[in-house]
């Protein structure tokens, strides 16, 4: 946990705010995997397949994701951006779903360290209840556990740097790309079952509305949306695939002729990691390339410095401070 230690020097009692910026969670070394995997499976180990599987895309990555350093820059943005807002107010702390510190070590650090209340950030832009929710629900158990107030920032898609960002990178792809491209927008895909009545899909179709109109891109002909990385299990989850999209392009094209090319915005994830390094950078680039179609993706938002800026004072006002 990062705790800012420039106190404020006015005499009035000055409310403690803590701030807990969750994410996914990845290994931070080859060794982790089976550990990594083992607690997505909620303590049931993988087989020697499924983890041969996972390690296997690890490795054609580099051997780790690059996620956690990625999460580490944000979170130091964000707290920057906290400070110059209200310097020594803010307490930040950190909190994965999947790998340690834990979403209720990052609670318990910040109670600890003195926050009368607590902020949940999870650095996903759209709210569903079965990943985002899940977040907030673990985070809200441990703080009314220990007396200390939770509030939750839902969603944060329609921040204004983050749809100038993407649509930035959209335009910037496109420039790279021949003439007959087409634009997928892609998000992390979830079993039906948790999407009836979630606001997940129509956050996503609505992000990507915006970005679109940004970039100046026309509704369909120019652009559409798949879903990725669905998980490995039995269960229906949400489609079509963006495997699935690439090989239907490939087949119909577009109104205005056969297609050259694909960009996809996974304008669903903020970090590169393995759904993007691997699922974009290799499994659907090598789909398209067998199919003699340009490939290209467009940049995640990171710590870019106005998308940052603007979370640090979305979490500043749910939290009361001016």
């Not at 994701?65 to 930040?92: C, D, N, V, Y």
């Not at 990943?131 to 809200?140: C, F």
């Not at 229906?236 to 999209?245: A, F, K, M, Q």
Request: hydrophobic letters at 40%.
């Amino acid at each position: 946990m990062t705790q800012q230690t420039n106190r404020p020097t006015s005499g009035t009692p000055v409310l403690r705010v803590g701030v807990l910026v969750m994410s996914y969670g990845t290994p931070a070394a080859p060794e982790q995997v089976e550990e990594y995997y083992t607690h997505i499976r909620r303590g049931r180990p993988p087989t020697e397949e499924q983890l041969a599987d996972l390690r296997r895309r690890y490795d054609a990555i580099g051997g780790i994701s690059p996620l956690r350093e990625r999460t580490a820059a944000q979170t130091a943005a964000i707290a920057a951006g906290l400070e110059e807002i209200s310097p020594g107010q803010f307490l930040i702390g950190r909190g994965d779903k999947h790998t340690a510190p834990f979403i209720e070590d990052g609670v318990e650090q910040l109670v600890d360290a003195g926050a009368e209340l607590i902020v949940g950030l999870v650095l996903a832009p759209h709210f569903s209840r079965g990943s985002v929710g899940e977040y907030q629900g673990r985070a809200t158990e441990v703080a009314f556990a220990r007396g200390v107030p939770f509030i939750a920032i839902d969603q944060w898609w329609d921040l204004d740097g983050f749809i100038a960002h993407q649509a930035a990178s959209l335009r910037d792809a496109l420039g790279r790309m021949p003439e007959r491209t087409k634009v997928v927008f892609t998000a992390h895909s979830l079993p039906e079952r948790v999407l009836a009545g979630d606001p997940y899909p129509d956050e996503l179709y609505r992000s990507a509305v915006a970005i679109s109109e940004r970039a100046g891109l026309r509704r369909w002909d120019q652009w559409g949306m798949a879903w990725q990385s669905a998980g490995r299990t039995p269960e229906p989850w949400r489609g079509p695939d963006i495997l699935e999209v690439i090989d239907d392009l490939a087949a119909t094209g577009r109104s205005d002729g056969p297609p050259r090319g694909i960009v996809v915005c996974a304008h669903g994830f903020v970090a590169d990691h393995l759904e993007v390094r691997y699922d974009l950078d290799i499994e659907a680039s090598a789909r398209a390339a067998a199919h003699g179609l340009a490939f290209a993706r467009t940049e995640p938002v990171g710590a870019d410095p106005a998308t940052m800026t603007q979370l640090a004072q979305r979490i500043a006002q749910r939290s009361g401070v001016s």
